[in-house]
């Protein structure tokens, strides 16, 4: 069964940083990977995706603070976020694409 495992999420004051990880096991073949988040009382919104050979997407309203990677060897991704806000308080969540494998989801909370 194919595992989607987010880590690194965490409490951080504004302005800080933080770099997300998903670990891919068990999963055949590439996708095409994203990023999502959801605050407390919205829906899932979508923050950026990154295609199988490295091009990517950033939301308007994250853009120029957070960037996605992978490592197709290692079977990750990575989001990073600087110049954190407290309005991207949310549980982040890797999703690979045209498929439902979805990850847990990891808590980054920005509060003072």
């Known amino acids: 069964q194919v595992q989607l495992v987010e880590s690194g999420g965490d409490l951080v004051q504004p302005g800080g940083s933080l770099t997300l990880s998903c670990a891919a096991s068990?999963?055949?073949?590439?996708?095409?990977m994203a990023w999502y988040r959801q605050a407390p009382g919205k829906e899932r919104e979508l923050v950026a995706v990154?295609?199988?050979?490295?091009?990517?997407v950033i939301e308007d309203f994250v853009k120029g603070r957070f960037t996605v990677s992978r490592d197709n060897d290692k079977k990750m991704v990575y989001l990073q976020m600087n110049d954190l806000k407290p309005e991207d308080t949310a549980v982040y969540y890797c999703?690979?694409?045209?498929?439902?494998?979805w990850g847990q989801g990891t808590q980054v909370t920005v509060s003072s």
């Open positions: 999703h690979a694409l045209t498929t439902n494998f």
């Open positions: 068990r999963m055949r073949g590439i996708y095409s």
């Open positions: 990154i295609s199988i050979d490295g091009f990517t």
